[in-house]
C-alpha cells in the first residue's frame, strides 16, 4: 500500500550516507539498545541493513553496557563510529552522555550520529552538546525530522555538519503482519518519560467493563515466550504497551540473554509486530508504533508524544502515508478508530 513511499525514504537513506562513510576504513556501530523499547530495535535492525547494502562489516558494535573504550580503539583505528540513532538526541535520556563520551574520547574519528530527534529542557545542556561536538570537529549529525534540523542548524557551529534523513527503520522494507486481528481495536499507550495521555485508554473508551489480563506470545518458534499484560474491553479494545511484558522463566531469559545483537533486536520486532497485528486498527502514540504499522500496512491513527516528536516527523516524512491519520487528543482517536473499523467491515 505503502511501498513507493517506503522504497523513496529508503534511497534517501542510501543517497545520505553512501558517500558520507568511508568504507576503505574500519566502521564502528556503537550504543545497542539494551532496554525493551521495540522501537530502538527496529531502528538497530534498519541501521544494520543500511550497512550490509553499502558492503560494510562492523568491526566493532557495543551497548553502553558493554562499552569498552580500548576495545573500540583498536577496532575501528582511523575509521568511522557510528552512533544509534532515535529520539534521544538530548537531556531526556541517560544515553546522550554516553555519546558525548565516547565523543570525547576518540576526536581522531569521524563521527556520525545516525537520525535523531533532538529534545533538550535545558538551554545548557544544549550549549554543552553544541560546543563538544564543535570541539571535536569531525562530528556529522542527522536531524530525523523538520524541527530538529532547523534546531541543530541553529544552535551547532559550522564545524558541525548537520544532515536531514528519515527513521533508519525505514530499512527494513516491508513486514508482514504476523497473526490476524483479535480485536477491533489494539491500542499501544505509552506509559513512561514521553506519555501525554494522562487517562487510562479504557477509560477514555468506555465501551464496557474492562478487564487486566495477560496474553502468551511467542514470537517466532522455539524463541523464549513473553506474557505481555493489557487491558481489555471484550473483543473490541486492547490497551497495552511495549514496557508490560515479561518472560515467563529463567530459561527464557537464559536463552534471550545468550543472544547476539541483532537476534535480540528481531526478537522484540517480532514481539511488536504480534502486538500490533492483533488489531484491525490500532492506536498508538509511539513513533515507532507509526512507523511499524506503515511497513506492515496495518491502518492506525497516531497521536503525540509529550513534546511533539511524532507530528513533526509525520509532518516531515509521512504526511502521504496511506492508511495513517492523526488526530489532536485521545477520544477523537478512539472515535475515528471505531469508524475506521467500521468501514472495514462493511469492505
Not at 529508503?10 to 566502521?27: A, C, G, S
Not at 497516531?302 to 502515508?321: E, I, P
Amino acid at each position: 500500500m505503502n511501498g513507493p513511499i517506503i522504497a523513496e525514504l529508503r534511497q534517501q537513506l542510501i543517497d545520505t550516507y553512501e558517500p558520507l562513510i568511508d568504507k576503505t576504513r574500519p566502521v564502528a556501530l556503537i550504543d545497542f539498545p539494551a532496554a525493551i523499547n521495540c522501537g530502538d530495535h527496529a531502528i538497530w535492525l534498519g541501521e544494520k541493513a543500511l550497512l550490509h547494502h553499502l558492503g560494510i562489516t562492523p568491526a566493532y558494535q557495543c551497548s553502553m553496557e558493554s562499552y569498552d573504550r580500548d576495545a573500540l580503539a583498536a577496532a575501528v583505528k582511523d575509521g568511522t563510529i557510528l552512533m544509534h540513532g532515535g529520539g534521544n538526541f538530548g537531556d531526556v535520556y541517560k544515553y546522550h552522555q554516553f555519546r558525548l563520551q565516547v565523543l570525547e574520547e576518540f576526536p581522531d574519528n569521524q563521527v556520525i550520529v545516525l537520525p535523531q530527534s533532538m529534545m533538550f529542557y535545558s538551554t545548557k545542556s544544549l550549549k554543552h552538546t553544541a560546543e563538544m561536538f564543535e570541539a571535536h570537529g569531525k562530528a556529522v549529525i542527522t536531524a530525523r525530522d523538520a524541527l530538529t534540523h532547523y534546531n541543530m542548524s541553529k544552535y551547532f557551529g559550522p564545524k558541525t555538519k548537520v544532515l536531514h534523513a528519515p527513521d533508519m527503520a525505514l530499512m527494513l522494507k516491508r513486514l508482514p503482519r504476523r497473526q490476524k486481528p483479535r480485536f477491533d481495536i489494539v491500542w499501544l499507550n505509552r506509559a513512561d518519560l514521553e506519555a501525554a495521555n494522562v487517562l487510562p485508554a479504557a477509560d477514555i473508551a468506555k465501551l464496557g467493563e474492562a478487564s487486566n489480563q495477560t496474553l502468551h506470545i511467542v514470537p517466532a518458534k522455539d524463541q523464549p515466550m513473553v506474557v505481555s499484560e493489557f487491558t481489555k474491553v471484550g473483543t473490541s479494545l486492547c490497551v497495552t504497551d511495549w514496557f508490560k511484558c515479561r518472560f515467563t522463566s529463567p530459561e527464557d531469559v537464559e536463552k534471550f540473554v545468550a543472544y547476539d545483537f541483532d537476534t535480540k533486536s528481531e526478537f522484540w520486532i517480532n514481539w511488536a509486530l504480534m502486538i500490533l497485528s492483533l488489531g484491525k486498527v490500532v492506536i498508538t502514540d509511539r513513533l515507532h508504533g507509526h512507523i511499524l504499522c506503515q511497513l506492515a500496512g496495518i491502518p492506525h491513527i497516531l497521536l503525540n508524544n509529550n513534546y511533539g516528536k511524532n507530528f513533526t516527523y509525520y509532518d516531515t516524512w509521512s504526511k502521504d502515508t496511506r492508511g495513517c491519520w492523526i488526530v489532536p487528543n485521545a477520544t477523537r482517536a478512539l472515535q475515528l478508530a471505531q469508524e475506521v473499523v467500521a468501514k472495514l467491515g462493511a469492505a
